[in-house]
Structures are given as structure tokens and as C-alpha cells.
């Protein structure tokens, strides 16, 4: 049992987009998306979790009226293990 943080599917994205990752330990988590310049979009998890497989739909039009094109950065922060990914918006 390991962390993992899977890409985002479907990538490239419009407006939404599913984020899916695996925890093999309980433990405070926090999934963040931040633009291309480092300013945070969405908190999408702030929460303890218990052990195993999350997904969760992020939808760019709920935290951005009018989100630029481009690229966003999705990070899972689960105690020890920090992973980040790329994905694409794609009007």
C-alpha cells in the first residue's frame, strides 16, 4: 500500500474534471488547485480521511467566473507524502 495521486481525467478539461487518489494510512488531507502563478483556485479536501481510495469532481466554473485557459496545478497534501500534478483547461 502506497500514497497516489492518479491525472486528472478527462485532461484536457472543460469545465470539469475528476481528481482520484489512494491514502494506505488514516490522516489529515488537503487537495489544493493553484493556477499557473501559484494563487489557490479551490480547496477541494480539508479533512481527516481514513485509509483508501478517493475521487472527486472539480469543476473550475465554481471557484472561477471566467477561468483563463491554460494551465492548473493540482496538489494532495497527506501528511508526509506531497504530491503535485499538471492539468489543462481547455476552452
Same mark, same amino acid.
Given at each position: 500500500e502506497y500514497f497516489l495521486l492518479e491525472q486528472n481525467y478527462p485532461n484536457p478539461f472543460n469545465p470539469s474534471t475528476k481528481i482520484s487518489w489512494q491514502s494506505p494510512v488514516g490522516g489529515w488531507q488537503i487537495?489544493?488547485?493553484?493556477?499557473? *502563478?501559484? $494563487? %489557490?483556485?479551490?480547496? *477541494?479536501? $480539508? %479533512?481527516?480521511?481514513?485509509?483508501?481510495s478517493y475521487e472527486i469532481e472539480f469543476n473550475i466554473t465554481s471557484s472561477l467566473k471566467t477561468p483563463a485557459s491554460g494551465i492548473y496545478f493540482y496538489r494532495l497534501q497527506a501528511g508526509e507524502f506531497v504530491e503535485t500534478k499538471k492539468m489543462i483547461l481547455q476552452k
Open positions: 487537495l489544493k488547485v493553484y493556477d499557473v *502563478l501559484g $494563487n %489557490e483556485v479551490a480547496t *477541494l479536501v $480539508n %479533512e481527516y480521511k481514513q485509509a483508501g
